[in-house]
């Protein structure tokens, strides 16, 4: 996993994951720097119903994936 920062600071997963337009991996995020920025950034998505959080028929990618195989 890498994080990804612009050479202003504005780290790049925070802000995807802040918007609803990316979700949180939880088997990766134990080897996450970053982990509780990430984790924050989910939290205020949902509550926010930013995004994908704010479409309630929206199916994760993993488990879309597991009823396609």
Same mark, same amino acid.
């Given at each position: ?52 959080? *704010? ?10 994936? *597991?009823?396609?195989?």
């Amino acid at each position: 996993m890498a994080e990804i920062r612009l050479r202003d600071g504005t780290f790049i997963q925070e802000v995807l994951v802040r918007e609803g337009l990316a979700l949180v991996y939880r088997p990766y995020l134990n080897k996450c720097p970053s982990k509780d920025i990430i984790e924050q950034a989910e939290t205020l998505a949902k509550n926010g119903h930013r995004g994908v959080w *704010s479409d309630s028929k929206f199916v994760k990618p993993w488990e879309y994936r *597991s009823l396609y195989k």
